[in-house]
């Protein structure tokens, strides 16, 4: 079954509430989409959001990459080529984790609809549904209390607070959510690498009684040895993100002994291909897997979470990047009730692209 025709385009979509961690403030997002389409008139998509900042690639680099006459190529491929296919783009655009991504992920779109599986069964599901955290920015007390109050109401279970900032007042937030809140939430931190060890030490010993589930990136990437010092019981909570980008700096983290949790991001590994050879890293070496994202189109989100219930030792998701956007070009592939996210039982990403 050979690739028709294959389509690029990118749009940017406003944030339906602007939120702040430590490098800047968000206000929209820019999705690259990549269409193929089968001769039989299956069609695979593929979405791809890279953090320029973290992987120092662009979506309008990616626009530009997928435009490109290599990847004009796939037209005519057998899409039962699938996984070589995707290897091939990833020898390529080895530097390019967010064109990897739209790629990998389209291929495997259309190829599962072709197998009429959904993609997560294609590799065997291991887990049919789990919890998802959703964020909250950097701001002051009352208004995380407020944001949080709307979770609540709409039945979520687990916060990610971003912090980074200033020890202290990051947390005065956990300690005043759990005041309010008890333990109807799990807590979850992210820094955003933007502590120093004299400052995340602080933040520990504030909130050691809070109950506090992990704690993303704390220091910026290179400072990771730092971290060799703090006590195994920290340790085990803290989730390696921007220093975690491909299976080669995973195994230099297993190596440093520092992190208990790798945080896995399509848009930093280059999609499911380069996120299933993290988890195979990480599986070896007795390591819990945390799915996040960007602010992404429910497409790539949806490919996350299928990657993720494949993996047996996937223990949290933080996969809230569409609930973010204002529009978006595609719905289904996920339910999401209270929380707790499930993927839809159809072929593919069991997507509606609505354009």
Not at 47 to 68: H, I, K, R
Not at 222 to 251: F, I, M, R, W, Y
Request: aromatic letters at 10%; one cysteine or more.
């Amino acid at each position: 079954m050979d690739i028709r025709s294959v389509k690029v385009y990118k749009k940017r979509f406003p944030l339906s509430r602007p939120y702040t961690i430590t490098r800047e403030t968000y206000d929209y997002t820019e999705v690259v989409f990549l269409e193929l389409e089968l001769s039989n008139g299956i069609k695979g998509t593929g979405a791809a959001s890279p953090e320029y900042a973290v992987v120092g690639e662009s979506p309008e680099t990616t626009y530009l990459n997928l435009q490109s006459d290599e990847v004009a190529k796939l037209a005519g491929k057998d899409i039962r080529q699938c996984l070589s296919l995707i290897r091939l783009y990833n020898r390529l655009y080895s530097s390019y984790p967010g064109t990897r991504a739209a790629i990998d992920i389209a291929l495997h779109d259309a190829f599962t609809q072709w197998l009429e599986i959904p993609l997560v069964d294609f590799y065997g599901r291991q887990h049919q549904g789990m919890i998802t955290s959703v964020t909250i920015g950097i701001k002051d007390v009352a208004a995380t209390l407020e944001e949080a109050m709307e979770y609540y109401d709409r039945g979520f279970k687990a916060l990610k607070i971003k912090t980074g900032l200033h020890a202290a007042e990051d947390a005065e937030r956990i300690i005043r959510l759990r005041e309010k809140f008890g333990n109807h939430f799990e807590i979850r931190v992210d820094a955003n690498a933007g502590y120093t060890l004299e400052q995340l030490q602080t933040f520990l010993e504030l909130v050691k009684d809070q109950h506090v589930e992990l704690i993303e990136q704390p220091l910026p990437p290179g400072n990771d040895h730092a971290l060799e010092g703090l006590p195994s019981s920290v340790k085990t909570k803290l989730a390696a993100d921007e220093s975690l980008k491909d299976a080669d700096t995973a195994l230099q983290l297993v190596k440093e002994g520092v992190y208990g949790i790798f945080n896995i991001k399509l848009m930093k590994c280059g999609g499911i291909t380069g996120a299933f050879d993290i988890a195979g890293v990480a599986r070896n070496a007795g390591k819990k897997l945390f799915w996040g994202c960007n602010d992404e189109s429910c497409i790539s989100i949806t490919a996350a979470l299928h990657a993720a219930f494949a993996c047996e030792h996937t223990r949290y998701l933080d996969l809230d990047g569409s609930l973010d956007l204002a529009d978006d070009v595609a719905k289904g592939g996920f339910v999401l009730r209270e929380g707790y996210m499930q993927t839809v039982n159809r072929p593919g990403l069991g997507l509606n692209i609505l354009f």
